[in-house]
């Protein structure tokens, strides 16, 4: 397990500042968080389970209002207590580092959308990235 006094956010830039050098968005997508209704047929996603991105530093920015949707956020599983994350402002940003386990919340009510992104760090012999595998291991359950 991994444990800090500093937000997930705050250990992660403070880790990461130093040896980063050469950044690019990897991927960039829209998701659809939503509640339905009890008469709809569709199924949609409420959450996302615990995992880890391929990338060395994720993003999530939520694009609707907080007053549309009840529940969500991104929580950091592997702290204790869990720590979770969730902007309070259309636009606002989390980032983290992608190879730490994150999940998305529930939520409970309404429509949630994010723009969720993933930058790939260049720089030599994939330090950065290598970092980023030490400080948050694969844990077997």
């Known amino acids: 397990m991994y444990h800090s006094d500093t937000s997930p956010r705050q250990e992660s830039w403070k880790r990461f ?10 991927d960039l997508f829209v998701v659809k968080y939503k509640c ?7 199924v949609s996603q409420t959450s996302l389970a615990p995992h880890r991105d391929d990338s060395v530093l994720s993003f999530v ?8 949707f009840e529940g969500g956020g991104t929580e950091f599983v592997d702290f204790r207590p869990p720590f979770i994350a ?13 190879l730490q386990r994150h999940a998305g919340k529930k939520i409970t009510t309404g429509q949630r959308f994010i723009l969720a992104g993933f930058v790939r760090v260049n720089d030599k012999g994939n330090a950065t990235k290598k970092k980023g595998e030490e400080l948050f291991p694969i844990l077997t359950e």
């Not at 500042?17 to 990897?26: F, G, V």
């Not at 339905?36 to 569709?42: H, V």
């Not at 920015?61 to 549309?68: A, E, H, Q, R």
């Open 61 to 68: 920015i939520l694009l609707n209002t907080p007053d549309s």
């Open 36 to 42: 339905n209704n009890i008469n709809e047929k569709e």
């Open 17 to 26: 500042k130093s040896i980063a050098h050469d950044a690019a968005i990897d």
């Open 86 to 98: 969730a902007p309070q402002d259309q636009g606002a940003m989390v980032s983290f580092c992608g």
